[in-house]
């Protein structure tokens, strides 16, 4: 989506995306930008298609671009999950 409004706002012949993901845990030992090693690692190759008359430039800014997607900043980011029990009589997620 990121990346087809930044085509649309630039006006570029961008027809569609197809993107395909394959997901699989790795050893972190293998991860070379990896600054642990002592763990498993959740690993996630990304296939990015774009399908237009697009120039080798507009394709290359536009992967740039699919980086910086909020999916992506967020899966890249050091993430805090909390979980907790909910009550049917409260707010579910009440006001930090």
Avoid at 56 to 78: F, G, M, N, Y
Wanted: charged letters at 30%; one cysteine or more.
């Amino acid at each position: 989506m990121t990346v087809a409004m930044y085509a649309r706002r630039k006006q570029w012949p961008l027809d569609a995306v197809t993107v395909r993901l394959r997901h699989s845990r790795i050893h972190a030992a293998d991860c070379e930008q990896c600054e642990r090693t002592d763990r498993l690692l959740d690993h996630i190759d990304v296939a990015v298609e774009l399908t237009g008359a697009l120039s080798e430039e507009q394709h290359a800014r536009l992967l740039v671009i699919a980086d910086k997607c909020p999916v992506h900043r967020t899966l890249t980011s050091e993430i805090l999950i909390q979980t907790r029990l909910a009550r049917s009589d409260e707010d579910p997620l009440p006001a930090e």
